[in-house]
């Protein structure tokens, strides 16, 4: 008589254990397709962010050039070349060397 009730407890512990790793496989295929999406997702952040920093660098280098600074600076801040008149002619810079040189040539 112990046997159909050694039987009836080893299978209702294998139907127990069953279902729980069912139920963990679950779990877990579902915290897997929802990694997979959350990775997707950081996968497209990650090429739009690298889009956006490809078309940043070449406006930023197109902002070095010195025909885009001329138009910036005549359409967005409506700057004109200076007039003759307002402009002032420096003389040319003396290098202490020959200015040393000069004053000590001079009695």
Same mark, same amino acid.
């Given at each position: 008589?112990?046997?159909?009730?050694?039987?009836?407890?080893?299978?209702?512990?294998?139907?127990?254990?069953?279902?729980?790793?069912?139920?963990?496989?679950?779990?877990?295929?579902?915290? %897997?397709? #929802?990694?997979? !999406?959350?990775?997707?997702?950081?996968? $497209?952040?990650? =090429? @739009?962010?690298?889009?956006?920093?490809?078309?940043?660098? %070449?406006? #930023?280098?197109? !902002?070095?050039?010195?025909?885009?600074? $001329?138009?910036? =600076? @005549?359409?967005?801040?409506?700057?004109?070349?200076?007039?003759?008149?307002?402009?002032?002619?420096?003389?040319?810079?003396?290098?202490?060397?020959?200015?040393?040189?000069?004053?000590?040539?001079?009695?």
């Amino acid at each position: 008589m112990k046997r159909p009730r050694s039987f009836v407890a080893l299978w209702t512990l294998a139907t127990v254990a069953t279902v729980a790793a069912f139920v963990v496989h679950l779990a877990l295929r579902g915290k %897997v397709v #929802s990694l997979g !999406y959350g990775l997707r997702d950081a996968r $497209e952040e990650q =090429a @739009r962010l690298r889009e956006m920093k490809r078309v940043l660098q %070449v406006e #930023s280098a197109s !902002y070095k050039t010195p025909e885009r600074v $001329e138009i910036v =600076a @005549r359409t967005l801040l409506g700057m004109e070349p200076a007039p003759p008149d307002r402009t002032v002619l420096l003389a040319p810079v003396q290098e202490p060397e020959a200015h040393a040189l000069a004053s000590s040539e001079s009695p």
